[in-house]
Every structure is written in structure tokens, then in C-alpha cells.
């Protein structure tokens, strides 16, 4: 099959193919990008393109390439270049007969423009956290790809209906992603009676001594006769944008010095070091890493900068403090909330120890994984053969 065949492609409106030049060492695309209204042009050469073909004889169904294009180039030469309208893309037909369709949408997702990855699609709260019901996730997928979306974007979402049950809280996540293994196992039932010790009521983020701290936690009630147990949540994303306005010089050492966290007993001994605040190439929240209970030392010979860091890491302790940074949140029996780990801080009440509770974990990767599966079958539209309209031979 070559790319000119019908497939399932992704529809978009990111960006809008409007000329094309070719050349020796490839083609000049001028396009218009969806999300900022520009004209902007790229260079695509030859070898990027054959070497992107996503038929099916250069790119197995698990995305493994079939074809070295770095291996005998010599041989890959450009006759004619196609332009489909509908959809907007490339057809080229090179000189061995092969033939590569590239969809808008699969320029859009291969070239990494600047404009597509510095949109950032996460909003801060408003006063009511979404709510889906656990039934509708479960069974639709519009009702998965709301959960997914309201964890990708709000950065927590509140599931209700489901049964006070462990077993509801892992079909929820496993909806979600896989089940994440932890020293507690890959499910964790917190009960009074056994977990008298547990005590998660300080603000943190979870696995702060992992080397890849889990991406989505779950928090289940499955208290049955008792009031709500209630959560403290604190948007990461809020707090960080904060101290970029106002402690420019805390966000910078918060940044740049790494703190050491342990978790420590008979069999295990975690030790993970990271900044408190890791922040993208474009200047934004990609992660939290934070437990006073767990925290060790930070690695700093010289005495000034030590104290400085130590007052940056009160003054972010002392906003996380602030009741309104903090956002509560109830669970009735059976009730679950998820949040993205990496954004949002959690403790309160309902991790005393006092409450009867499921939580499980899962990787932020796999949560991605899902999210885009989920968005691509909810997508999904045919590609039109576009090949005999616009004169490429079969």
C-alpha cells in the first residue's frame, strides 16, 4: 500500500497548504497556520520526506520503520509533486514508482512548528471542578475522552455513581491508563485499622523519590456510614505562574537547585533528586516535586547560596499554606477524583489516616498514550483517493 491509498487520518485545521516551490534539495511550503492566522513558509527536503512516508511498506503498524532511506539515497529521486486539496496535503511520486501522501495534518504533527507547542491548552480553575459520571466514562467513549480532557487541561477531574469499591476504582483507572506498581502494590486499599501510621494530610506531590514520579493519581472513598472525607487540592500551574509574576529570583533558585527525597524501611530505600519546579522549553509548569515529609538535603557547599535557596523553599512553602491557593474538595461513599500529579498538590483530611480509601497511580506517558488514542479514534475520517484527479499514475 502507498500513502495515496485510502487510510484513517486525523482531521485539523492547524494549518492550510497555499503554494509550493521545488528544488534540487527538496519543496518550499507556504501555509497558513490555524492557531496564529500567519503565512508562514517551510523547507521540507527530500530525504525528510521519504524518510516520513507512513505507508504501510515504510512504517509497520507499530510505527517501526521499514525502510533506511540513509542506505542507498541514491536511488530516491523526485519526479512530479502533487497537491490534494481534499485534504490539503502532499502526493509525491518518486522516480522507483513509490508514491507518499502527507495530510495536512501529519505535516502539522511531524514538522514540530513552534506555533502548535507553545499553545498551551491548560486553564486554571473556575469555582466548579468538573464532575463526569463513572458509568459514562466507563462505557463511551465520549465520557472517556471527557475524563482525559479535563485531566490533560483543568489538571483534576471529580468521577461520581461509581459503587464504594477498590475493584471500581482499578476499572476506572485502567480505563484511564495502566495500573502503576509501587512499593504498596499496584492498588492500594488504606484502612484505619491497618494504616494507623498513614498520614498524607501535608500539601505534596506523589513519589517525589521516584526518578519518574507517577504522572495521574486516584483517590477513591470507601467510607460507608461516615461523613465526606475531604480533600485539599492545590492548582501547581496557579502557584507557579504566581511566583513568576511576583519572586522572579525564588522561581530561578526553586528551578535550579536540586533536593533530594527518600523513602526508607526494611526492604526499600528510594532516593530520587530533582528542582522543586521544572519548568519546559517555553517556560512553563512541566512538573512539581515536592514532600517536606520526604525531603532530604540539597547538595550546595557555598553558604549564601544555600540560604538563599532555604528562604526561596519557605516563601513557596508559605504560598502553598495560603487558603487561597488551596481548593477543598468532598468524596461520598464511592465518589473518585484523578489529577495530574506533575501540576496538582493534594493532602487534607481525607488522607489522615481516619478514612477507608482505594488509590492507585499510573505513568504520565501512558495517560499521553491513551489521550491520543482516544483523540484519534474520536477523529477518525476517511483520507478521499486523490491520486487520478490529480494525474499521479498508480
Not at 35 to 44: A, D, E, I, M, Q
Not at 155 to 180: E, I, N
Not at 248 to 256: E, V, W, Y
Not at 266 to 278: C, G, H, K, W, Y
Request: contains cysteine; charged residues 25%.
Amino acid at each position: 500500500m502507498n500513502c495515496t491509498e485510502k487510510s484513517q487520518l486525523s482531521s485539523s485545521d492547524n494549518l492550510q497548504i497555499q503554494s509550493w516551490q521545488t528544488g534540487d534539495k527538496g519543496i518550499e511550503v507556504d501555509y497558513v497556520s490555524g492557531v496564529t492566522n500567519t503565512l508562514n513558509r517551510v523547507s521540507l527536503p527530500w530525504m525528510w520526506l521519504r524518510d516520513h512516508c507512513q505507508c504501510s511498506s515504510c512504517f509497520t503498524s507499530t510505527a517501526q520503520r521499514e525502510c533506511d532511506v540513509f542506505i542507498g539515497w541514491d536511488k530516491f529521486r523526485w519526479e512530479e509533486v502533487f497537491v490534494d486539496t481534499d485534504p490539503a496535503g502532499l502526493i509525491i511520486q518518486w522516480q522507483d514508482n513509490h508514491k507518499s501522501y502527507f495530510s495536512s495534518d501529519l505535516l502539522w504533527k511531524m514538522l514540530n512548528i513552534e506555533n502548535s507547542v507553545a499553545v498551551d491548552e491548560r486553564t486554571y480553575w473556575t469555582n466548579d471542578l468538573p464532575s463526569l459520571d463513572y458509568r459514562n466514562v466507563l462505557d463511551t467513549d465520549i465520557g472517556l475522552r471527557q475524563l482525559v480532557e479535563y485531566v490533560a487541561q483543568v489538571g483534576v477531574c471529580k468521577v461520581t455513581g461509581a459503587k464504594p469499591s477498590k475493584a471500581d476504582a482499578a476499572k476506572l483507572m485502567q480505563r484511564v491508563a495502566y495500573l502503576r506498581q509501587s512499593h504498596f502494590g499496584n492498588l492500594v486499599e488504606i484502612k484505619p485499622s491497618s494504616h494507623s501510621g498513614y498520614d498524607e494530610t501535608h500539601i505534596h506531590t506523589e513519589g517525589t523519590f521516584n526518578y519518574d514520579p507517577p504522572g495521574i493519581k486516584l483517590v477513591q472513598c470507601l467510607d460507608k456510614n461516615t461523613s465526606p472525607c475531604e480533600l485539599i487540592l492545590v492548582d501547581g500551574l496557579v502557584l507557579v505562574d504566581r511566583i513568576k509574576r511576583e519572586a522572579p529570583q525564588t522561581l530561578g533558585l526553586l528551578q535550579n537547585h536540586r533536593v533530594s527525597y527518600q523513602y526508607l524501611n526494611q526492604d526499600i530505600n528510594l532516593i530520587a533528586s530533582d528542582s522543586v519546579v521544572t519548568l519546559d522549553r517555553y517556560n512553563r509548569l512541566k512538573r512539581i516535586r515536592y514532600n517536606r515529609k520526604t525531603q532530604g538535603s540539597f547538595s550546595e557547599p557555598d553558604l549564601a547560596k544555600k540560604q538563599a535557596f532555604t528562604a526561596a523553599f519557605e516563601q513557596f512553602e508559605a504560598w502553598l499554606d495560603e487558603e487561597s491557593q488551596q481548593r477543598k474538595l468532598s468524596l461520598n461513599p464511592g465518589e473518585m477524583v484523578l489529577w495530574d500529579n506533575w501540576r496538582v498538590l493534594h493532602g487534607g483530611g481525607a488522607m489522615d489516616g481516619t478514612h477507608h480509601l482505594a488509590v492507585c497511580l499510573s505513568n504520565m506517558e501512558d495517560f499521553h498514550s491513551r489521550r491520543r488514542v482516544i483523540q484519534t479514534k474520536s477523529d477518525q475520517r476517511p483520507v478521499p483517493l486523490a491520486r487520478e484527479k490529480k494525474g499521479v499514475k498508480p
